[in-house]
């Protein structure tokens, strides 16, 4: 199976900063990774899928890139909306693995 | 616009069986491939499942094989993950989600369905 780490898995940042989440893959899966947002009692959303494509509706100060097995997620002039926990998800091969998450929080 | 709303969710004894539902609305669910995800709690997003459109391919994670069940009714737009030999570690919230096709990501969510495994 495909191992997928995040780091850090807290992050404490300000509004207005910019922050970076990193996930790392065991082995290649190309470009073949989302990373989703979760809030409290609320199902996850998409942000971003094949690495660096933006869903539909996201903010642009959302961004992704990486390929083979390490990516970033960067959110620019973080918002107080953006306070949540993140995950990186591969759909390279079955079975799937989410990243152990990100947790974004207020410092 | 997509609305999956999952139910069955309860509070059974270990070693028991119990059958979710996932009820899709504004897709065209037979060429939906779907997917179970689940959050245990204080822990992170975990994959349990994946079904083709057709409901011919099925994929699970290895915690699960063996004991969980994904299926498709196509004829009333409804998912389903029938779990038997409920283990402590099975408690989580699980939900539903689509995708376009099986090496596609997950576009849509349902807010989810508690299953607690409990004596």
């Known amino acids: 199976d495909i191992q997928l780490t995040q780091s850090p898995s807290t992050l404490s940042a300000s509004v207005g900063d910019s922050v970076t989440i990193t996930c790392r893959a065991s082995q290649s899966i190309s470009t073949w990774l989302a990373w989703y947002q979760q809030k409290p009692g609320k199902a996850p959303k998409v942000l971003i899928y094949k690495s660096s494509t933006l869903e539909t509706g996201v903010p642009r100060r959302f961004s992704g890139s990486g390929s083979g097995t390490e990516f970033t997620l960067t959110i620019n002039s973080l918002q107080p909306d953006d306070f949540a926990t993140y995950y990186c998800?591969?759909?390279?091969?079955?079975?799937?693995?989410f990243g152990q998450g990100t947790k974004v929080d207020i410092k | 616009e997509v609305q999956l709303v999952e139910s069955g969710g309860a509070s059974v004894q270990p070693g028991g069986s119990l059958r979710i539902s996932c009820a899709a609305s504004g897709v065209t669910f037979n060429s939906e491939a779907m997917t179970w995800v689940r959050r245990a709690p204080g822990k992170g997003l975990e994959w349990v499942s994946g079904?083709?459109?057709?409901?011919?391919?099925?994929y699970y994670a290895n915690s699960v094989k063996g004991r969980f069940t994904i299926s498709r009714d196509n004829s009333h737009n409804t998912l389903f993950l029938q779990m038997s030999s409920l283990r402590a570690e099975d408690t989580a919230v699980y939900y539903c989600?689509?995708?376009?096709?099986?090496?596609?990501?997950?576009?849509?969510w349902g807010q989810g369905t508690l299953v607690t495994v409990s004596s």
């Open positions: 998800h591969h759909y390279s091969t079955y079975p799937w693995t």
């Open positions: 079904i083709s459109g057709s409901g011919g391919v099925t």
């Open positions: 989600a689509r995708s376009a096709n099986l090496i596609k990501h997950l576009d849509s």
